[in-house]
């Protein structure tokens, strides 16, 4: 089915080691964001990619980065993961502009201990 | 990029009463799309606007965009219990490209 998958859906990390999360879509959206969503804080964006070899920072890129080499994946990765990186991680894409809804996959759960 | 606020944070109603939440930004928006995500879910878009004043309808549901796109609203009809979610608020930045989000309005419907 077409659509946002996001893996995995659940992980647990220790403190400092790295991961990587994968988002592939297979819509050919322009557009890829990464958003981790904490109780009381809504939905922040972390990252985007309006396309291949484009990227750019959103409201909390710390401690997170990003490539899209190719326009199905935008994957992030989690560089020296700490406790304040314990959520829910959500990727997002579009077709390009401002006229569209935004597509979500299933999303990641993610504990640091 | 642009900031909305929306209110109210949660709101708890008995089946069949009404529930509206609003967004409001101190800046002009160049449009504002409405998402739900149920418990456990993902968000799930539910529709844009962008003109000055529209107002949409789904079913019971009443999307509308204030004169001056600084503020919106979502209105629901007589709610079920398969209203229950969090209902957000989503503005494009200048670029059109960077997403902010409102916090969310949490829905709860009893029986």
């Known amino acids: 089915n077409a659509g946002v998958t996001q893996t995995p859906k659940f992980q647990v990390l220790k403190t400092g080691q790295s991961m990587t999360l994968q988002c592939a879509q ?5 557009y890829m964001s990464w958003y981790r969503q904490d109780p009381g804080m809504g939905l922040r964006l972390i990252h985007y990619s309006v396309g291949a070899g484009i990227t750019d920072q959103g409201e909390v890129p710390n401690g997170y980065n990003v490539s899209r080499s ?3 994946d935008f994957p992030l990765r989690l560089l020296s993961a700490a406790p304040s990186q314990t ?5 997002a894409s579009s077709y390009r ?8 996959g299933s999303g990641t759960r993610l504990t640091v201990v | ?7 109210p ?3 708890h109603v008995q089946e069949g009463e ?11 928006l160049s449009n504002i799309q409405w998402y739900k995500q149920r418990p456990g879910g993902h968000p799930v878009f539910l529709i844009q606007l962008v003109k000055s004043g529209e107002v949409k309808k789904q079913k019971r549901l009443t999307f509308q965009f204030g004169e001056a796109k600084k503020n919106s609203s979502l ?3 007589a709610t079920q219990t398969t209203d229950v979610g969090t209902y957000f608020c989503l503005s494009n930045s200048n670029s059109g490209y960077a997403l902010n989000f409102g916090k969310g309005t949490s829905l709860l419907v009893t029986p």
């Open chain 2, 75 to 77: 209105h629901i009809t």
């Open chain 1, 87 to 91: 959520s829910v991680y959500f990727c």
């Open chain 1, 97 to 104: 502009g401002t006229g569209h809804g935004y597509t979500f």
């Open chain 1, 26 to 30: 297979d819509m050919n959206h322009e």
């Open chain 2, 18 to 28: 009404d529930f509206t939440t609003y967004c409001n930004s101190s800046t002009t």
């Open chain 1, 70 to 72: 190719t326009t199905e």
């Open chain 2, 1 to 7: 990029g642009q900031q909305v606020m929306q209110i």
């Open chain 2, 9 to 11: 944070q949660y709101q």
